[in-house]
């Protein structure tokens, strides 16, 4: 069975870049959402086995994509992938439900880490 992941980032780059990341830990495909309402959109349609979200996105946040996330589905991993590392924001995610944090810039083994620790 393969892992079906969703990657929310408003930068193409770095949705190639986490694609590239995720392929290289093994999983080999991901669909992607262009911002937030698309993710969200996204994963009302399908399911989904993870969920990476950049923080900073047009139209809803990272932050208002796992509020929706979690009033459907609580026990799907999420991972904020952001350049927001500060406690206080850390803290506010995790209130919101995320599951892990991944700072920008990372690496491949970095995102390992992560899914091992959530047993993906």
């Known amino acids: 069975m393969s ?11 770095m949705r ?4 590239r990341s995720l392929q290289a830990v093994g999983v080999p495909e991901a669909v992607e959402a262009g911002d937030g309402e698309e ?17 900073n996105m047009p139209g809803k946040t990272g932050l208002e994509v796992v ?20 406690k206080t924001r850390v ?6 439900g995320v599951s892990d944090y991944l700072v920008k810039p990372f690496t ?4 390992r880490q992560k ?3 959530l047993g993906c």
């Not at 009302?44 to 969920?51: G, S, T």
């Open 16 to 19: 190639k870049i986490i694609l």
């Open 91 to 96: 803290l506010e995610a995790i209130e919101a």
């Open 67 to 86: 509020r929706e996330i979690r009033k459907t589905n609580q026990q799907v991993p999420i991972i904020m992938i952001t350049t927001e590392a500060e």
């Open 39 to 55: 993710a969200i959109k996204l994963f009302a349609e399908k399911k989904f086995d993870l969920v990476l979200t950049d923080w």
């Open 115 to 117: 899914l091992e620790k």
């Open 108 to 111: 491949a083994d970095t995102l």
């Open 3 to 13: 892992t079906q992941v969703l990657v929310a980032d408003d930068s193409s780059t």
